[in-house]
C-alpha cells in the first residue's frame, strides 16, 4: 500500500508570510498532483508534475517534484487569505494505472 | 463545459434507510471514482470504473456499500441500511488517463448525515 505523508497538518500564517507544505512518500510514483479544497467543495487540481525534479510555478505558488520522484513540495509566497484551504497531493503509482493515492492534507488558515 | 455533477448536494436520512447517490462525469472520461471524506480518516477511495467496469472496490467497507455504472455518462453509490457512521461527504470524481497524468476532476460532493 502507497501511502503519502503531508506536513504540517495545520498551518496558520498572517498574510504577507512564506510557506511550504512537504508531501513525503516511500513509493516511486509516475505522477504526482495538487490540489485545493475549499470548504463545501470538492479538490480542484492545482498541478501536475510528472519528471523528477521537475518544477512548475502557478502565480504565487511553486510546485516541485523530487528526484526521486518519492516526495513533493508546495511553497506559497506571500500568503493571501484566498490561499486559504486544505492542500492535498496525490500520487500515480509507476507501472501501470492504478488507484491513485491521496496525501494526509494539510490545513492552511491565512489570517488577513 | 460541465464538470462532474453530484446529486443530492445534501441528505438527510434515518438509521436503516436506503441511500443513493448519484453521479454524472464529465464527457469523454474513461474512468470514475467515489470517495468518501470525513475528518477522522481524511480522503478515502471507495471504488472506481473504467469504461463502466468495476475495477477496485476493495475500499467498499461493508456489503451495505454498493456501485453501479451502468453506462458511461451516470453512476450510484447506494448504502442499505445506512448507518450513523456512515456520515461523511460523499465524493465523485472522473479523469482521463493520458501521458502518464492522473488528474482527477471532482463533483461537489454529497454531504450524507445519518441520524
Known amino acids: 500500500t502507497q501511502l503519502l505523508e503531508q506536513s504540517p497538518q495545520f498551518l496558520s500564517i498572517q498574510e504577507g508570510e512564506n510557506l511550504t507544505v512537504y508531501c513525503n512518500s516511500s513509493s516511486v510514483f509516475s505522477s504526482l498532483q495538487w490540489y485545493r479544497q475549499e470548504p463545501g467543495e470538492g479538490p480542484v487540481l492545482l498541478v501536475t508534475v510528472v519528471t523528477g525534479g521537475e518544477v512548475k510555478k502557478l502565480k504565487r505558488l511553486t510546485f516541485q517534484f523530487g528526484d526521486a520522484r518519492k516526495d513533493s513540495s508546495l511553497h506559497i509566497t506571500a500568503a493571501q487569505p484566498g490561499d486559504t484551504g486544505l492542500y492535498l497531493c496525490a500520487g500515480g503509482p509507476s507501472g501501470g494505472y492504478q488507484k491513485v493515492t491521496f496525501g494526509t492534507g494539510t490545513k492552511l488558515q491565512v489570517i488577513p | 463545459d460541465a464538470g462532474v455533477i453530484q446529486s443530492p448536494r445534501h441528505e438527510v436520512t434515518e438509521m436503516g434507510q436506503e441511500v443513493t447517490l448519484r453521479c454524472k462525469p464529465i464527457?469523454?472520461?474513461?474512468?470514475l471514482f467515489w470517495y468518501r471524506q470525513t475528518m477522522m480518516r481524511g480522503l478515502e477511495l471507495l471504488i472506481y470504473f473504467n469504461n463502466n467496469v468495476p475495477i477496485d472496490d476493495s475500499g467498499m467497507p461493508e456489503d451495505r456499500f454498493s456501485a453501479k455504472m451502468p453506462n458511461a455518462s451516470f453512476s450510484t453509490l447506494k448504502i442499505q441500511p445506512s448507518e450513523p457512521r456512515d456520515s461523511a461527504v460523499y465524493f465523485c470524481?472522473?479523469?482521463?488517463?493520458?501521458?502518464?497524468?492522473?488528474?482527477?476532476?471532482f463533483g461537489p460532493g454529497t454531504r450524507l448525515t445519518v441520524l
Open positions: 470524481a472522473s479523469s482521463f488517463r493520458t501521458g502518464g497524468r492522473d488528474e482527477q476532476f
Open positions: 464527457s469523454g472520461h474513461d474512468y
